[in-house]
Nanobody
Framework: QVQLVESGGGLVHPGGSLRLSCAAS????????MGWFRQAPGKEREFVAH????????YYADSAKGRFTISRDNAKDTVYLQMNSLKPEDTAVYYC?????????????????WGQGTQVTVSS
């Protein structure tokens, strides 16, 4: 089993920045890739970003490209999401995800473990 715990969410003004962290524990040695999804009120959960084990291959949703950066520190079993130039439409609960295999990138069913989520609110 793998446990994922997110932190770093909060309230930020439009144009501001936040950095989310996700610490993995348990059988974290079995993790291949990690990523982030988000879910806004009344909307479907959507893919945000993905990073492979090496940290060299990353994928982003179009809405995140150029503003968000995903990174990982394998020594700390932690993945990060640096979010800049935040917009009100980025308001959502952000979920950290982990993948044991290489089953894909963009869909919720590609991932084996989910964190509890952290709220990000972008508002003036």
């Amino acid at each position: 089993q793998v446990q994922l715990v997110e932190s770093g969410g909060g309230l930020v003004h439009p144009g501001g920045s936040l950095r989310l962290s996700c610490a993995a524990s348990g059988s974290s040695f079995s993790i291949n890739a990690m990523g982030w999804f988000r879910q806004a009120p009344g909307k479907e959960r959507e893919f945000v970003a993905h990073i492979d084990w090496t940290g060299h291959r990353t994928y982003y949703a179009d809405s995140a490209k150029g503003r968000f950066t995903i990174s990982r520190d394998n020594a700390k079993d932690t993945v990060y999401l640096q979010m800049n130039s935040l917009k009100p439409e980025d308001t959502a609960v952000y979920y950290c995800v982990a993948q044991l295999g290489s089953s894909g990138v963009y869909y919720a069913h590609n991932y084996d473990y989910w964190g509890q989520g952290t709220q990000v609110t972008v508002s003036s």
